[in-house]
């Protein structure tokens, strides 16, 4: 079992910037990679950023070279750096972690939104 915990989200201004953090206790010696996703309303979640433990990481089309993800100074810890946001961007975003290839856990979510 893995529990994800994260921080971060709010409201920002079109043009900003904003970093949200996840945190993974549990079972992690086991997790494969990590990654963050989003869900606006009416709309599928869709793929913002994947790191695997190797460091290698992949971006959905809606990153557009605005957003990295990386692990963060703290153990078992993934960040999500989002620059030049725009109102498109609004939605909840939630992190994971795919554990021995076989389940994926997933955090409760937090609101980002962007005004114009």
């Known amino acids: 079992q893995v529990q994800l915990v994260q921080s971060g989200g709010g409201t920002v201004q079109a043009g900003g910037s904003l970093t949200l953090s996840c945190s993974a206790s549990g079972d992690t010696s086991s997790i494969n990679a990590n990654g963050w996703y989003r869900q606006a309303p009416g709309k599928s979640r869709e793929l913002v950023a994947i790191?695997?433990?190797?460091?290698?990481?992949r971006y959905g089309g809606s990153a557009k070279g605005r957003f990295a993800i990386s692990r963060g100074g703290a153990k078992n810890t993934v960040q999500l750096q989002m620059n030049n946001l725009e109102p498109e961007d609004t939605a909840v975003y939630y992190c994971?972690?795919?554990?021995?290839?076989?389940?994926?856990?997933w955090s409760q979510g937090t609101q980002v939104t962007v005004s114009s």
């Open positions: 994971s972690a795919e554990w021995d290839r076989r389940i994926t856990f």
């Open positions: 790191i695997d433990n190797n460091d290698n990481t």
